[in-house]
């Protein structure tokens, strides 16, 4: 399979099997994680209920340094009795904005700025309309982004507008689907949940992450991450998919951030 993400193009092996049944007209699309970003599996309309089976799920407290914060999330690691599948944007290059509702797509050489927003604020960073950044790689644009002092920032830096395209209507292994999103993948219904505010789901569909469906998939994301300039990616993602499982689907819930000997709460709390 090949996917583009953050503006690059990576070709990335799934070991997946398209399961099909019965004819093109028969197979549906059913909603595993709601939202325009559902992970689906297809399967025969008479099977969906069946197929869409929750096998088991775990819970685990995961910490990882990005740039100078300590991070802490909850991952949700769920198992279902067939393989999983999300709605991506139809063009390779094209990334599903949540802000937007849309898929959009930037000039070869240009970068998404939307991508970033997990990045500290850095001004002119972000703009009121979505936009693309060129002339930088993803990964100078990032390094910007840290907003370290004497950094050069994005104020020389040529910027062109995003073209809007179409909504997520093919469908892709989760696996491969997870970097065409720029934030959180599925919505969260914390309705039942007292204290939980829009805010805090802001948060969470801002800084939550999409993990590969791997052990230590968190390591995994970090290692693709920081391997600029120091491992081989495509090497590094072929290696880490074939230990993908297929049927499995993972997400990381951000709960607090620690910068500068401060830490503070940008999700949920544990408990809830």
Known sequence: ATAAASGRRWRRPIRTRRW?????????TAAVLCGAACAAVG???EALQETLELVGATRAIRRALI?????????????????IYARICSHMDAIYLYKAKKCLRCPSGCTLS?????????PGLHQPSPDCICGLSYEEIDLRAQGRPG??????????????MDEPERLEAYGTAIWHFDSL???????????????DLL???????NGPPIAESLHWLRRFDTAFGVE????????????????SAVFLLPIRRTRDGRTRDFGLSSAK
């Open 20 to 28: 099909q049944i019965g004819t093109a007209s028969a197979l549906a």
């Open 43 to 45: 399967v025969a309309a």
């Open 67 to 83: 740039g100078d914060e300590v991070r802490e999330y909850i991952e949700i690691h769920m198992r279902f009795v067939a393989p």
């Open 232 to 247: 081989d990616l495509d090497t590094l993602l072929t290696n880490a998919s074939r230990a993908y499982d297929e049927r």
């Open 203 to 209: 948060n969470i569909r801002r800084f939550g992450l």
């Open 151 to 164: 950094d050069p920032g994005v104020s020389d830096v040529e910027r062109k507008p995003a073209e809007y």
């Open 114 to 122: 939307a991508l970033f927003e997990r990045a500290p604020k850095l």
């Open 185 to 199: 993948m599925p919505e969260l219904n914390c309705a039942a949940v007292p204290g939980v505010t829009e805010v």
